[in-house]
């Protein structure tokens, strides 16, 4: 089911790649809003791993990214929290 809803954003990822730009494109896991900082990255040839991520998490990998642009530059990410592994979110 959720895979029809993220069709769009596949296509959208794939022109990034597909240009020019100097981009990093961030597939999180399913954002929750703890006041943590733990995550893991894949890349886009990895099985992407993990079921949820904190929102703090994915804004410390951005300002590491605007910190050093280099950082990730052409690479498409997955970011998940370690261990949360599993057919989805704990709390679904």
């Known amino acids: 089911m959720i895979g029809e809803d993220l069709k769009p954003f596949r296509r959208a990822a794939d022109a990034i790649e597909a240009s020019d730009l100097q981009y990093t494109?961030?597939?999180?896991?399913?954002?929750?809003?703890?006041?943590?900082?733990?995550?893991?990255?894949?890349?886009?040839?990895?099985?992407?791993?993990?079921?949820?991520?904190?929102?703090?998490?994915?804004?410390?990998?951005?300002?590491?990214?605007?910190?050093?642009p280099e950082l990730h530059a052409g690479e498409n990410l997955g970011i998940n929290k370690p261990n949360s592994d599993g057919n989805k979110p704990y709390f679904m």
Do not use: C, N, Q
């Open 25 to 68: 494109i961030l597939r999180p896991a399913w954002l929750m809003d703890e006041d943590e900082v733990d995550y893991e990255l894949t890349l886009k040839s990895e099985p992407f791993k993990g079921t949820i991520v904190s929102r703090k998490s994915v804004s410390d990998l951005i300002l590491k990214i605007i910190a050093s």
